[in-house]
Protein backbone atom coordinates (compact mmCIF):
# COMPACT_ATOMS: atom_id res chain seq x y z
CA UNK A 1 0.00 0.00 0.00
CA UNK A 2 1.34 3.43 -0.57
CA UNK A 3 0.01 6.73 -0.04
CA UNK A 4 1.09 10.53 0.51
CA UNK A 5 -0.04 12.98 3.36
CA UNK A 6 1.46 16.32 4.47
CA UNK A 7 4.68 15.73 2.35
CA UNK A 8 5.17 12.26 3.89
CA UNK A 9 4.97 9.09 2.42
CA UNK A 10 4.05 5.71 3.97
CA UNK A 11 4.50 2.46 2.18
CA UNK A 12 2.77 -0.65 4.11
CA UNK A 13 3.80 -4.05 3.80
CA UNK A 14 0.82 -5.50 3.23
CA UNK A 15 0.48 -9.14 3.18
CA UNK A 16 -0.18 -10.09 6.69
CA UNK A 17 -1.07 -13.72 5.79
CA UNK A 18 2.05 -14.33 4.55
CA UNK A 19 3.45 -12.30 7.58
CA UNK A 20 4.67 -9.76 5.45
CA UNK A 21 7.49 -12.48 4.05
CA UNK A 22 9.97 -11.08 1.35
CA UNK A 23 8.53 -12.69 -1.60
CA UNK A 24 8.65 -11.77 -5.51
CA UNK A 25 5.26 -9.78 -5.12
CA UNK A 26 5.86 -8.32 -2.36
CA UNK A 27 9.90 -7.15 -2.96
CA UNK A 28 8.91 -6.10 -6.49
CA UNK A 29 6.02 -3.90 -4.96
CA UNK A 30 7.93 -2.57 -2.01
CA UNK A 31 10.73 -1.53 -4.29
CA UNK A 32 8.21 0.25 -7.24
CA UNK A 33 6.72 1.87 -4.24
CA UNK A 34 9.85 3.37 -2.99
CA UNK A 35 10.49 4.51 -6.67
CA UNK A 36 7.84 6.27 -6.53
CA UNK A 37 8.47 8.22 -3.57
CA UNK A 38 12.01 8.95 -4.68
CA UNK A 39 10.80 10.63 -7.88
CA UNK A 40 7.95 12.82 -6.14
CA UNK A 41 9.70 15.96 -4.73
CA UNK A 42 6.33 16.77 -2.62
CA UNK A 43 7.93 13.68 -0.40
CA UNK A 44 10.38 14.95 2.40
CA UNK A 45 10.46 11.32 4.03
CA UNK A 46 9.25 7.79 3.69
CA UNK A 47 7.75 5.78 6.19
CA UNK A 48 8.34 1.90 6.09
CA UNK A 49 5.46 0.33 8.12
CA UNK A 50 3.29 -3.40 8.11
CA UNK A 51 -0.25 -4.53 7.69
CA UNK A 52 -0.61 -7.28 10.69
CA UNK A 53 1.36 -8.57 13.58
CA UNK A 54 4.67 -8.90 11.74
CA UNK A 55 6.19 -6.16 10.18
CA UNK A 56 8.69 -8.70 8.01
CA UNK A 57 9.29 -12.50 8.71
CA UNK A 58 12.01 -12.40 6.22
CA UNK A 59 12.35 -15.12 3.25
CA UNK A 60 9.35 -16.44 2.08
CA UNK A 61 9.89 -20.43 2.55
CA UNK A 62 6.65 -21.40 1.56
CA UNK A 63 6.92 -19.46 -2.28
CA UNK A 64 9.11 -22.09 -4.00
CA UNK A 65 7.19 -24.98 -5.67
CA UNK A 66 9.12 -27.95 -5.87
CA UNK A 67 9.84 -29.30 -9.31
CA UNK A 68 8.90 -25.66 -10.70
CA UNK A 69 11.95 -23.81 -11.93
CA UNK A 70 11.55 -19.97 -10.49
CA UNK A 71 11.15 -17.25 -12.45
CA UNK A 72 13.77 -13.94 -12.53
CA UNK A 73 11.98 -11.82 -10.39
CA UNK A 74 11.20 -8.05 -11.31
CA UNK A 75 13.23 -6.47 -8.83
CA UNK A 76 15.30 -8.29 -5.30
CA UNK A 77 15.29 -7.58 -1.64
CA UNK A 78 19.43 -6.71 -2.51
CA UNK A 79 17.53 -3.70 -4.87
CA UNK A 80 15.34 -3.06 -1.95
CA UNK A 81 18.38 -2.41 0.56
CA UNK A 82 20.50 -0.53 -2.06
CA UNK A 83 17.08 1.81 -2.63
CA UNK A 84 17.17 2.48 1.24
CA UNK A 85 20.50 3.69 1.65
CA UNK A 86 21.04 5.61 -1.40
CA UNK A 87 18.33 7.30 -0.43
CA UNK A 88 18.24 11.34 -0.18
CA UNK A 89 15.33 11.42 1.66
CA UNK A 90 15.01 9.60 5.47
CA UNK A 91 13.44 6.81 5.59
CA UNK A 92 12.16 5.72 8.87
CA UNK A 93 10.92 2.58 9.97
CA UNK A 94 7.74 2.16 11.76
CA UNK A 95 7.92 -1.26 12.46
CA UNK A 96 4.27 -1.91 14.27
CA UNK A 97 5.09 -6.01 15.02
CA UNK A 98 7.98 -8.95 14.84
CA UNK A 99 10.66 -8.53 12.31
CA UNK A 100 12.67 -11.36 12.02
CA UNK A 101 15.64 -13.51 9.85
CA UNK A 102 16.07 -10.74 6.94
CA UNK A 103 13.08 -8.20 8.30
CA UNK A 104 15.91 -7.84 10.76
CA UNK A 105 17.83 -6.63 7.80
CA UNK A 106 14.66 -4.20 6.80
CA UNK A 107 14.91 -2.71 9.93
CA UNK A 108 17.90 -1.74 10.36
CA UNK A 109 18.43 -0.31 6.74
CA UNK A 110 16.26 2.32 7.48
CA UNK A 111 17.74 5.79 9.21
CA UNK A 112 15.72 6.01 11.89
CA UNK A 113 13.53 2.84 13.19
CA UNK A 114 10.66 2.86 15.71
CA UNK A 115 9.25 -0.46 17.18
CA UNK A 116 6.15 -1.30 19.26
CA UNK A 117 7.76 -2.55 22.65
CA UNK A 118 5.40 -5.47 22.88
CA UNK A 119 6.90 -7.19 19.64
CA UNK A 120 9.82 -9.58 19.19
CA UNK A 121 13.14 -9.32 16.85
CA UNK A 122 16.11 -11.43 16.14
CA UNK A 123 18.00 -13.67 13.99
CA UNK A 124 15.81 -16.70 13.65
CA UNK A 125 17.57 -17.75 10.18
CA UNK A 126 20.23 -19.20 11.66
CA UNK A 127 18.31 -21.95 14.09
CA UNK A 128 17.61 -23.75 10.26
CA UNK A 129 21.39 -23.17 9.41
CA UNK A 130 21.18 -19.77 7.25
CA UNK A 131 23.81 -17.51 7.94
CA UNK A 132 22.56 -13.68 8.22
CA UNK A 133 24.68 -13.11 4.95
CA UNK A 134 23.24 -9.79 2.79
CA UNK A 135 21.58 -7.85 5.90
CA UNK A 136 25.16 -8.19 7.86
CA UNK A 137 26.66 -5.41 5.77
CA UNK A 138 23.58 -3.16 7.61
CA UNK A 139 23.32 -5.58 10.87
CA UNK A 140 26.59 -5.68 11.78
CA UNK A 141 27.42 -1.64 11.31
CA UNK A 142 25.05 -0.80 14.44
CA UNK A 143 26.61 -3.76 16.24
CA UNK A 144 28.90 -3.93 19.19
CA UNK A 145 31.27 -7.17 17.96
CA UNK A 146 30.09 -8.93 21.39
CA UNK A 147 26.39 -8.27 21.00
CA UNK A 148 26.11 -9.52 17.27
CA UNK A 149 28.15 -13.02 17.99
CA UNK A 150 25.49 -13.32 20.58
CA UNK A 151 22.62 -12.36 18.09
CA UNK A 152 24.34 -14.33 15.34
CA UNK A 153 25.10 -17.60 16.83
CA UNK A 154 21.72 -17.53 19.52
CA UNK A 155 18.87 -17.02 16.77
CA UNK A 156 17.32 -16.15 19.93
CA UNK A 157 14.41 -13.52 19.75
CA UNK A 158 14.98 -10.41 21.62
CA UNK A 159 12.63 -7.40 22.97
CA UNK A 160 12.25 -3.91 20.99
CA UNK A 161 14.10 -2.67 24.62
CA UNK A 162 16.85 -5.22 24.19
CA UNK A 163 17.22 -4.32 20.33
CA UNK A 164 17.32 -0.71 21.42
CA UNK A 165 19.94 -1.01 23.78
CA UNK A 166 22.32 -3.10 21.42
CA UNK A 167 21.46 -0.47 18.11
CA UNK A 168 19.62 -2.47 15.94
CA UNK A 169 16.74 0.11 16.27
CA UNK A 170 16.10 3.62 17.34
CA UNK A 171 13.24 3.46 19.96
CA UNK A 172 11.47 1.20 21.52
CA UNK A 173 7.94 2.16 22.61
CA UNK A 174 4.37 1.59 23.68
CA UNK A 175 1.93 0.72 20.38
CA UNK A 176 -0.28 3.53 21.58
CA UNK A 177 2.56 6.22 21.05
CA UNK A 178 4.60 4.68 18.20
CA UNK A 179 2.65 6.95 15.68
CA UNK A 180 3.03 10.16 17.51
CA UNK A 181 7.09 9.23 17.63
CA UNK A 182 7.15 8.30 13.99
CA UNK A 183 5.46 11.80 12.96
CA UNK A 184 7.46 13.76 15.07
CA UNK A 185 10.46 12.11 13.00
CA UNK A 186 8.70 12.39 9.44
CA UNK A 187 7.82 16.24 10.16
CA UNK A 188 11.29 17.61 11.16
CA UNK A 189 11.98 20.17 8.37
CA UNK A 190 13.92 17.97 6.09
CA UNK A 191 14.15 20.86 3.67
CA UNK A 192 17.77 21.54 4.14
CA UNK A 193 18.91 18.09 4.75
CA UNK A 194 22.42 17.54 2.97
CA UNK A 195 22.71 17.08 -1.11
CA UNK A 196 22.49 13.34 -2.02
CA UNK A 197 26.12 13.21 -2.67
CA UNK A 198 26.76 14.13 1.12
CA UNK A 199 24.26 11.61 2.29
CA UNK A 200 25.39 9.01 0.38
CA UNK A 201 29.08 9.58 1.72
CA UNK A 202 28.18 9.76 4.87
CA UNK A 203 25.91 6.34 4.63
CA UNK A 204 29.16 4.97 2.94
CA UNK A 205 31.31 5.27 6.31
CA UNK A 206 28.74 3.89 8.27
CA UNK A 207 28.46 0.67 6.11
CA UNK A 208 31.43 0.51 4.96
CA UNK A 209 33.17 -0.59 7.96
CA UNK A 210 35.92 -2.98 8.60
CA UNK A 211 33.45 -6.27 8.77
CA UNK A 212 31.81 -5.44 5.56
CA UNK A 213 34.66 -3.59 3.21
CA UNK A 214 34.63 -6.13 1.05
CA UNK A 215 31.04 -5.54 -0.04
CA UNK A 216 31.07 -1.91 -0.60
Same mark, same amino acid.
Given at each position: ?????? @? $???????? /????????????? +??????????????VRAIV?????????????????? /????????????? %???????? +?????????? @????? @??????????????? %?? *??????????? $??? *????? $??? /?????? %????????? %???????? *?????????VPAAE????????????? +??????? +?????? @?????????????
Amino acid at each position: LYTVAA @G $VATITLNM /PERKNALNDTLVT +SLSLNLDRALADDGVRAIVLTNAGNTFCAGADLKAAV /PGVTPSTPQRTFL %DVMNQILD +SPKPVIGRID @GHATA @GGVGLVAACDLSVMR %DD *AKIGFTEVRIG $VAP *AVISV $VCL /PKLRRA %DASELFLAG %DRISPARA *AEVGLINRAVPAAEIDAIVLTHAHIDH +SGYVPLL +SRQGFK @GKVYCTEATYELC
